[in-house]
Each structure stands twice: as C-alpha cells, then as structure tokens.
C-alpha cells in the first residue's frame, strides 16, 4: 500500500497522559500535515512540515502539543497533559509541494483519539 | 477561522437520482478541493479545480466555481448506495493549508 498510513488507528488514554502517533506519508511527498477533526465537524488544519522544516502552526495548536519530521520522512504528533477536550480524529496527509493551484493533499485513515 | 460553508448540510435521495452541494467560502483561494469521508474513516480524494477555472468533471462528478461569488458546487449524476458518505469542500489559501466545510451527509437509499 502506498498511501499515507498513521499509527495508531485508535487510541485511548486518560486525561494527564502524553500520547504520540505517528504519520507515514507517500514516499516521494515532500510536505506533510496534520489536522485534528471533532464530530459533526470538518478538519482544522494544525500544522504543516516542508521537509524536516515544520513551517506553519496553528492557533489551535498549544504548547502541549508537539509535532516533528526529524528526517523529512515520516512524522510524529505528541500530546502532553492530555484533556477531554483533546478526544478527536488526527488526520495526516502529504503532498508533492507543486505550485500553481495544483497542490492536492492525500490524507491518511487517521488516529481516532479517546481522552477518558 | 477561515471554514468553508456547505449547503445542504444532509440530502436524502433515491438510488440513481443526482446530489448536489454548494460550498461557499471567503477568502482569494489558490484552489478548491472535493473530499469524500466514509463514517469514521480518512478523506478521499475527489476532485480539485484550480482558481483560474470554472467547471471540471470527473466520471459522475461535476464541479463548479465561481470566484465572483466565493461559490462552489459538486454534482453527483445517477448515485449509488455507495456514494453514501460526508461530502467536504476544501479550498487552499496562502502557503496551501486547506480549510474545510462542516460538510454534507449523503444518503442513497437503494
């Protein structure tokens, strides 16, 4: 399979735990992304990776949240301290990085996150 | 935020008739996007069309834009039950992070 594959699909934790997932995007996509998805909700864009650059981040994203692509490959999202208020879909996708209004992004399953 | 808005947010149709969606939003967009999400699943792509034009099709799919009005429409010709699912629109803007819509449920009853 040559898709986006996130890992894990599903997770429960307690409220005060970290958590960590982890994001494997196509191989030859030189950006990737994170959203986060509640339900009834479309995704929200949290922050976005140009190779090992992590280039963007969202309001939504606080200082308890944590995202690196240490070789430019695959990608890590940690949660400190988790909240109730953190249970949601995490959602991966990558991209080539073409320019022009042609950019698609290509997203993974996601981790469905569960804070107890 | 910068969310997109879709019309309707639910449609119940028979098998074989055609589902359409509106999406508005409201900034200058590089493109927009058409996903498809199956209950508790990933996003499927769909569909993309660039902000220079002004319909695409793509097999059952049609797709509109119109800049002038910050509109987009998706049209699905003769569905099936398989096309059930949430159907959202995603435009891109600035250093291309997309922003969604809260999304249309499709239903085909067969």
């Known amino acids: 399979d040559t898709g986006v594959s996130q890992d894990p699909r599903h997770k429960i934790t307690k409220r005060g735990q970290n958590v960590t997932f982890r994001c494997d995007p196509i191989?030859?996509?030189?950006?990737l992304y994170w959203y986060r998805q509640t339900l009834g909700q479309g995704p929200e864009f949290l922050t976005y990776f140009q190779n090992e650059a992590q280039l963007e981040k969202s309001r939504l994203l606080s200082d308890r949240f944590s995202a690196e692509r240490p070789k430019g490959s695959f990608s890590t999202l940690e949660i400190q301290r988790t909240e109730q208020g953190d249970s949601a879909m995490y959602l991966c996708a990558s991209s080539l990085g073409l320019a022009g209004g042609e950019e698609t992004q290509y997203f993974g399953p996601g981790t469905r996150l569960l804070v107890l | 935020s910068q969310q997109g808005e879709e019309d309707p947010q639910a449609l119940s149709i028979q098998e074989g008739e055609n589902a359409t969606m509106n999406c508005s939003y409201k900034?200058?967009?590089?493109?927009l996007q058409w996903y498809r999400q199956n209950s508790g699943r990933g996003l499927v792509h769909l569909i993309l069309i660039r902000s220079n034009e002004r319909e695409k099709h793509s097999g059952r799919l049609r797709v509109t834009l119109d800049t002038s009005k910050k509109s987009s429409s998706l049209l699905i010709t003769a569905s099936r039950a398989a096309d059930t699912a949430s159907y959202f629109c995603?435009?891109?803007?600035?250093?291309?992070?997309?922003?969604f819509g809260k999304g249309n449920q499709v239903v085909v009853i067969p």
């Open positions: 995603a435009y891109s803007y600035g250093n291309n992070r997309l922003a």
């Open positions: 191989s030859e996509h030189n950006r």
């Open positions: 900034t200058s967009i590089n493109n």
